[in-house]
């Protein structure tokens, strides 16, 4: 693989890593945070996804820590639930319970309610899931392949382009969302770290779309063209 390609690699796991900690002041007013949208761009079998695997395994080190630590906590929540509810049962079924106690035990309940799993990185999810995702803090999306566009494109929108949480994430401003069907979704400071590496080809799809260019999606990317050296190279030293 070309050093360009790891190069882009480290620096958008090192932007997730630094994401939501670290934010850069660049004058005495302008600051600026520390997530990147990134891309790479090279043709099929650079091997893409050993050096995006490589790059990113400290993050999955650290998540799947994360979620061990989650799970032995949430069985202990859920064990204090559990403890909870029947008293809050046997206190219902008392009529010489006091409405103080029940009321103390019901709180006592909804400040233990279920949370939810760690998630440091992703790399396909609708547009309402990532919301959902971002509301649990910074998260890093990195793929191989093309599917983040897919999803700009609106692949689970009958086409129509979908890229307001793309926007709002990489500058972090509010995302507010309201449905009949869904729960709301608030996040004060959605932070994304976007880290591609795809085919000439599917920037060649997404340059031609006008409401990408409009929009400012595309300018928001910071862009390396690898040069590949297939080809280059002496077999008989190689």
Not at 35 to 54: E, I
Not at 108 to 136: F, H, I, N, S, Y
Not at 212 to 222: E, P, S, V
Request: charged share 25%; hydrophobic share 40%; with cysteine.
């Amino acid at each position: 693989s070309p050093p360009d390609l790891p190069a882009v690699m480290a620096l958008g796991a090192t932007s997730a890593a630094c994401a939501g900690r670290v934010r850069l002041r660049l004058g005495p007013t302008w600051i600026e945070p520390a997530n990147l949208y990134l891309l790479a761009v090279l043709p099929p079998s650079m091997h893409k996804s050993p050096v995006m695997k490589l790059a990113t395994k400290a993050l999955e080190d650290e998540e799947r820590e994360l979620i061990e630590r989650w799970r032995v906590e949430e069985g202990e929540r859920q064990a204090k639930r559990d403890e909870i509810q029947a008293q809050l049962k046997s206190a219902t079924k008392d009529q010489d319970g006091r409405t103080g106690d029940i009321a103390d035990l019901r709180d006592q309940l909804a400040a233990l309610g279920a949370r939810p799993r760690p998630t440091l990185l992703c790399d396909d999810a609708t547009t309402e899931a990532l919301g959902v995702k971002l509301q649990g803090g910074p998260l890093f999306m990195c793929s191989a392949e093309g599917r983040p566009f897919e999803i700009m494109s609106g692949v689970y929108k009958q086409g129509i382009s979908d890229v307001d949480v793309f926007l709002k994430a990489w500058s972090q401003d509010p995302i507010r969302s309201s449905r009949l069907t869904r729960a709301e979704v608030y996040v004060p400071n959605p932070i994304l770290t976007l880290c591609l590496a795809v085919q000439p080809t599917v920037i060649d799809k997404v340059a031609g779309r006008e409401d990408f260019r409009g929009c400012g999606i595309i300018a928001r990317f910071l862009a390396s063209f690898p040069q590949t050296n297939v080809g280059d190279r002496d077999w008989r030293t190689a």
